[in-house]
């Protein structure tokens, strides 16, 4: 079993930034693909970014493709995702999440092992 806990989420304007961490325990992180999903009210999960153990192969959804960075300190056990020139539509529970597969998973169901998620807003 591996357990996540996220932080860093919060308000922020649009435009802004923010960085959010993800600590994983438990079982051996590194050969774990690790991915942040968000879902926004009404909406279905969405993988917005993926990385394998090496950080070799990242996955980038077309929506946050150039804004957002997944990246993995293996050594520290976590995971974290850059958000810049954050959007309102960017708004959602953000949840860390990990697959034993060997490459980043595109859909959701996918994943195995999830955090409690972190709410980002981005409002004026």
């Known amino acids: 079993q591996v357990q996540l806990v996220e932080s860093g989420g919060g308000l922020v304007q649009p435009g802004g930034s923010l960085r959010l961490s993800c600590a994983a325990s438990?079982?051996?992180?590194?050969?774990?693909?690790m991915a942040w999903i968000r879902q926004a009210p009404g909406q279905e999960r969405e993988v917005v970014a993926a990385?394998?153990?090496?950080?070799?192969?990242?996955y980038d959804s077309d929506s946050v493709k150039g804004r957002f960075t997944i990246t993995r300190d293996n050594a520290k056990n976590k995971v974290f995702l850059q958000m810049n020139s954050l959007k309102p539509e960017d708004a959602a529970v953000y949840y860390c999440?990990?697959?034993?597969?060997?490459?980043?998973?595109?859909?959701?169901?996918?994943?195995?092992?999830w955090g409690q998620g972190t709410q980002v807003t981005v409002s004026s």
């Open positions: 999440a990990g697959d034993r597969s060997c490459s980043p998973r595109r859909d959701a169901y996918d994943y195995d092992y």
């Open positions: 438990g079982r051996t992180f590194s050969p774990y693909v």
């Open positions: 990385i394998n153990w090496s950080g070799g192969n990242i």
